[in-house]
Structures are given as structure tokens and as C-alpha cells.
């Protein structure tokens, strides 16, 4: 634990929080609470053994970083992450609560692998950006964010089988986690269009198949098709349609799908509008 003031906290809290986080202690000598909170909050940080660093603000010394950062009650304790507040507390906390405050800031195992492949993914180095990834989960396996990140980027590179085996841990939480379980509609319509494909035009094959037939399980693997594609609109009217004409088609797997587009698309007043179409054609 160190003292900071207005001239040392660029470069003890901001400059630092890029390679730690940084638990900055708002406190004033004549504030009991702040001298109660103090002792918890060192005791914390030499337990966690450098995975963070703790300084003190005297909020009455420093009335110029008070007003930055709107103090207005203490003890305020902020966490720092590259350069910005990232969260914050008021009043004493118990070293249970601070633990659990801390805890999603804290670096984890395999944390710099998931940088460097989110890094590569934007680049447009996918093989690059799927080998960070693969290693990892081999360093945490217990990252389910990271791993649906993973299975989607396999989908988008056509590696329908090795999403699959990614995708296995995730199998049972996903009956219940939406986002879990869009990753899974994703990951069936990957393997149902690859199986189905018999040449490079799939969307015109799809189509004439359709018109040709009429067909709900024609017509759902034409909205699958559209939700790989991210052509999410087209994917919930094609749903939409085959609820209409039968509620339990597939075991439900038009409404299935068609929650997965409402997770996946990021248009809030096109999901709004689809899902109030949905609950009417439902009840």
C-alpha cells in the first residue's frame, strides 16, 4: 500500500492499471468507517500476492483528484483497469465482499491468450486467432464466455466437427443459458447446412428446394441458413411462418432458433418487434 497524491497519481494508478489493477482507497484521517476499511483492504492485497495494487488518496489533501473522480462520500474504493475506473464501492465492506468485489478484475490463467486471439480474430488471422483460443481453454478450461467465443469463430471457419467437440462442456448449462444456447442453434445449423451442401452456391440450393416443395423442414433449414449468415430478420420470418403452421415441428425448433437470433442479433428494435410477433403466434 502506498500514498498517492495529485502529482504521483498518473503515474502510480492510471500508468499502472494498464499492467495490474490498482484499488484506489479514497480515505480522510477524521472518517472512522475509512479507518476501519483500511486494515481489511491491505490485508486483501498482501493475500492476493501482487494480483493487484492498493493505494490511499487523502480525499482532503487532494481536493482537485476529489473532484475528478466526483467523490462524495468515503470510503470510496475504485478499481483502475487500463487507465479507466472500471468499478467502485462506498462504505465498509466485509474481506468476504471486497473478495467478491475484486473478483472479476483479477488476471486470470490463459487471460493473455484470449487478448492475443480476440486481437487476431479482428485482423482476419483466424487460424491464428482459433490456436489462442484452443490454448486458452487448455490453460482454464472454466471460461464459458471465452469457449462460446471459441465454437463461434470454428462455425465461421467451416469447422463444423472441431465446434462440436468445443462446444461439449457447454452442453448441459446451455438448456438454460440463452446466450449457451444460441451458441448450440448455431453450431446445429453449421452442421445441417454442411451436410446438406452439394455445392458452393448452399443459399440458391436452399431456396429452389423451398420452392419446390413448401416444406417446413425445407423451410427451417433455409432459416438456419439465414441464422449462420446473420441475416436475422429473414431467419425470424421464416420461424415466425413455420410456428404458425405447426407449434411443435421438430420438437420446437423454429422457436428454438428463433431465440437464438434474438440473442445474436444486435438490433434492439428489430428483436422487440419479432418477439412480440413470436408471444402473439404462441399465445
Same mark, same amino acid.
Given at each position: ?20 489493477? $490498482? ?67 462506498? #462504505?465498509?465492506?466485509?474481506? #468476504? ?53 471459441? $465454437? ?47 455445392? #458452393? ?83
Amino acid at each position: 500500500m502506498i500514498d498517492v497524491n495529485e502529482q504521483t497519481f498518473e503515474q502510480e494508478v492510471i500508468r499502472a492499471s494498464f499492467s495490474q489493477p $490498482v484499488l484506489v482507497d479514497f480515505w480522510a484521517p477524521w472518517c472512522g468507517p475509512c479507518r476501519m476499511l483500511g486494515p481489511t483492504l491491505e490485508r486483501v492485497e498482501r493475500d492476493l500476492e501482487g494480483q493487484i495494487r492498493l493505494v490511499k488518496v487523502n480525499s482532503d489533501d487532494n481536493p482537485q483528484l476529489s473532484a475528478r473522480f466526483r467523490v462524495r462520500s468515503i470510503p470510496l474504493v475504485m478499481v483502475f483497469r487500463d487507465g479507466q475506473p472500471a468499478d467502485s464501492f462506498v #462504505g465498509v465492506k466485509s474481506e #468476504g465482499q471486497i473478495r467478491a468485489f475484486l473478483a472479476p478484475h483479477l488476471p486470470r490463467p490463459g487471460n493473455d491468450q484470449v487478448r492475443d486471439a480476440r486481437d487476431a480474430a479482428a485482423a482476419g488471422r483466424l487460424d491464428e486467432a482459433a490456436a489462442a483460443f484452443s490454448t486458452a481453454l487448455a490453460i482454464n478450461p472454466a471460461q464459458d464466455e471465452v469457449r462460446t467465443e471459441y $465454437v463461434r469463430l470454428l462455425i465461421s471457419m467451416g469447422r463444423a466437427k472441431d465446434a462440436v467437440a468445443a462446444f461439449e462442456p457447454l452442453r448441459a448449462a446451455a438448456r438454460t443459458d440463452l446466450g449457451l444456447a444460441a451458441a448450440g442453434q448455431l453450431l446445429d445449423a453449421s452442421l445441417a447446412i454442411e451436410a446438406l451442401a452439394t455445392s #458452393g452456391e448452399v443459399e440458391r440450393e436452399l431456396r429452389q428446394a423451398l420452392a419446390a416443395s413448401d416444406s417446413l423442414e425445407d423451410r427451417f433449414r433455409l432459416a438456419q441458413w439465414c441464422l449462420l449468415n446473420q441475416r436475422w430478420q429473414e431467419a425470424m420470418e421464416l420461424c415466425l411462418e413455420i410456428i404458425g403452421r405447426d407449434r411443435r415441428f421438430k420438437d420446437d425448433a423454429a422457436r428454438k432458433a428463433m431465440l437464438a437470433a434474438f440473442a445474436l442479433c444486435g438490433d434492439a428494435q428489430l428483436v422487440g418487434s419479432y418477439r412480440r410477433r413470436l408471444s402473439a403466434g404462441l399465445y
